[in-house]
């Protein structure tokens, strides 16, 4: 993530990357864009909920959207927001070793804000070890920071109920998909009902997290 970026357009600003691609099966895209809170907006969070096709959680996502550019406002020209590579998929499941040294796999590449790398952490495994010497060498903007990890994990729920299809019954995600492990997202029925309850913020449920940081 301190690497200068290979790509031109990286290295003038923007974010994206050459082609577009997937996050596993989900068409992911990635045309350039020199705004990042603009480039996850539309090409991350707008792009899964138009691919969900509910209107529950189309309601609920475009109100995160609208709540979006507050929790980067501790962003400016003194602390700017810098293209990095991603992996974009980063979870246990893409990483291991290759002749005995560290390889991740699999990527969902693309440039963009550091923060967002962590989005897959709840089934990543890093440990607060890990964390205490990433965020020594890239320290972390306090301010909001709880928020934008939520909205990063946000991108990833969203992208496993439509890759897991829970959108087509009425159970969670964790019993209609046998490779999903985590109950990571809810079927539709029950976004409702979160809706009138108090969460939680650091719930692992994903429409909880949905309806949490939409208010």
């Known amino acids: 993530h301190l690497a200068e970026p290979f790509d031109a357009e990286a ?6 990357f050459r082609v577009d691609n997937t996050c596993g099966d989900t068409p992911q895209p990635n045309a350039w864009c020199d705004d990042w809170v603009t480039f996850f907006c539309e090409r991350r969070l707008t792009h899964q909920l138009s691919l969900a096709k509910d209107a529950t959680l189309t309601s609920l996502g475009e109100r995160v959207v609208e709540k979006t550019p507050t929790w980067f406002e501790p962003f400016d020209a003194s602390n700017p927001i810098r293209p990095c590579a991603l992996h974009g998929d980063l979870w246990s499941g893409n990483i291991g070793t290759v002749g005995g040294e560290p390889s991740v796999f699999d990527p969902a590449a693309y440039y963009g804000h550091n923060e967002a790398e962590f989005g897959m952490s709840w089934c990543a495994g890093f440990s607060d070890a890990f964390y205490d010497a990433y965020f020594a060498r890239f320290p972390k903007t306090e301010t909001y920071f709880e928020e934008r990890r939520l909205l990063y994990r946000l991108y990833h729920y969203l992208n496993h109920y439509n890759l897991f299809n829970c959108r087509r019954c009425g159970h969670p995600a964790d019993s209609c998909n046998r490779r999903s492990t985590n109950s990571i997202c809810t079927c539709t029925q029950n976004i409702k009902t979160f809706c009138s ?13 949905l309806v949490q940081i939409s208010r």
């Open 11 to 16: 290295r003038a600003g923007k974010f994206g």
């Open 197 to 209: 309850l108090n969460f939680d913020v650091h719930t692992p449920i994903g429409w909880v997290t």
